[in-house]
RNA sequence: GGCGCCGUGGCCGAGUGGUUAGGCAGAGGCCUGCAAAGCCUCGUACAGCGGUUCGAAUCCGCUCGGCGCCUCCA
């Protein structure tokens, strides 16, 4: 298995299986309900870990929940942990809706605090971070590959408004003593204060993981500093930390750009509303997980006519695929995870057993269901088929009007007629 | 200013030097009382300009266009 690596700009293999993933996908900052673009590290970390537990891995996925920060903050001014409480809580139902099950450790920042503080303590004590002001920041120079996840040069990045407790504009926060306006705080070596951005991901990895795991995954958006800075604190107190790191492409409303400030947001939870949990799926499956994919209601119909050609399939009869066609599948999710060139393969396929097990690694397996029509629809179509045979065909389409109406459409068939839900 | 990604037929989207991607939409046909579904047929695309090569969507350069990041956006 491929996949492609951040840090290296290139392909590298996983370990053979059987053995252990370990997993860490960036999760949400809690303070709205998350937009359909956030959805996508989650998915994908979902549908790779599922995958890869199909290949024989013994896969762990932790996906964390950022509840303090300063978008909190500002969001709820005097009542930040009531917003991270309720938006931690849309988080869950709404991911939930997708139907793909959860990760094995959703951890909070504010449940990780002694980790963070402790971690902090080594870095401090190996001069790799210093207290100032009752904050404490990391000591960028003193890490010297500092810049290669991302590819930045420190000495081109821009500086705004630095702190004026930092020794270097490029130093970052590690802890931040507590603001006035500030409602949640917690005691540390260098008073009250809370963590910064960075270090929870660092706590919550290892805790979970251990000092090294496999796969890191994350938004594009993340790379710097987030990401940059994850590696160099955990780097610095001499953990190996992630060997591979998985970007995924941003999402884009056509012609413009997702901004909150223009307002243009899709929440998850009314995409779903909208367009229900398959079609949002399948959405994402027709783009590679690392480049940008465009959200439209042209784009979503068009997944949304995947979704019911896939129902279609299982509405006729199981035709036995050819030899190989499970393989050729394999080899496209093998292939850095191309999950378009799987759907390519999977649309040639007939075969009952064989596509319901494709799409329930995508949490799909719900397409296979029957979609069986109540019995007074049942009784409307038997009436029409009993006029078809009449040859009252004035009432045969009156009777599926009235079907129609229902929101079922009545097939006729060789040996009957089948109800499909419209 | 710096770092990086991307530009494929109406739309989406695979494809890393030479054989049909696939899907959606559309056209015609078969089938049907009429439909629907299904099946068959139909599209020689690769931003532009140069270059390398026997041969380029695929490699190199430049231009144009879209996008992300540059200390708290997945």
Not at 62 to 71: A, F, L, R, S
Not at 182 to 189: K, L, N, R, V, Y
Not at 320 to 342: M, V
Request: with cysteine.
């Amino acid at each position: 298995m491929q996949l492609y690596d951040t840090l290296t700009r290139g392909r590298q293999e996983l370990p053979p299986a059987p053995g252990p993933i370990r997993m860490y996908t960036c999760g949400p900052t809690v303070y709205q309900r998350i937009h359909i673009g956030n959805a996508r590290p989650f998915v994908i970390s979902m549908w790779l870990r599922r995958w890869l537990a199909e290949r024989g891995y013994d896969v762990t996925l932790v996906e964390n929940i950022t509840d303090v920060n300063d978008k909190i903050y500002n969001a709820a001014p005097g009542h930040s942990a009531v917003l991270a409480a309720q938006a931690s809580q849309w988080y869950i139902e709404d991911t939930e809706g997708l139907g793909l099950g959860r990760p094995d450790h959703e951890p909070k920042a504010t449940e990780t605090i002694p980790e963070i503080v402790a971690l902090i303590e080594e870095l401090v004590r190996d001069g790799y971070a210093y207290e100032a002001g009752g904050d404490v920041y990391f000591r960028v120079a003193r890490f010297a590959d500092y810049g290669r996840l991302s590819g930045q040069r420190p000495d081109q990045l821009e500086d705004d408004d630095p702190s004026p407790f930092k020794e270097d504009p490029r130093d970052f926060a590690l802890w931040k003593a507590t603001k006035e306006g500030e409602d949640t705080s917690w005691d540390s070596p260098w008073g009250r204060g809370r963590p910064g951005w960075h270090i929870e991901c660092s706590a919550m990895a290892e805790k979970f993981l251990g000092p090294s795991f496999e796969i890191h995954l994350g938004g594009l958006d993340l790379v710097f500093p987030h990401h940059e800075n994850e590696r160099a604190q955990s780097q610095a107190a001499g953990r190996e930390f992630a060997r591979l790191w998985m970007h995924n492409g941003l999402l884009e409303f056509v012609g413009e750009k997702m901004s909150k400030s223009i307002g243009n947001v899709a929440s998850l939870h009314d995409v779903i509303e909208e367009w229900g949990p398959e079609t949002i799926l399948v959405f994402f499956l027709t783009a590679h997980w690392s480049k940008p994919i465009d959200f439209s209601d042209e784009t979503m119909a068009a997944a949304a006519a995947r979704v019911e050609g896939f129902r279609e399939v299982f509405r006729g009869p199981s035709e036995p695929a050819a030899a190989g066609e499970w393989e050729r599948f394999q080899a496209a999710l093998e292939d850095d995870f191309n999950t378009p060139e799987a759907l390519a393969v999977m649309h040639g396929w007939r075969d009952h057993e064989l596509l319901r097990r494709a799409l329930d690694i995508f949490g799909l397996a719900s397409l296979a269901e029957r979609q069986d029509a109540p019995p007074e629809i049942v009784e409307l179509a038997r009436q029409r088929q009993e006029a078809r045979a009449a040859r009252d065909f004035d009432e045969a389409d009156r009777l599926r009007a009235e079907i129609e109406a229902a929101g079922w459409e009545a097939r006729d068939a060789a040996d009957g007629f089948q109800l499909v839900p419209r």
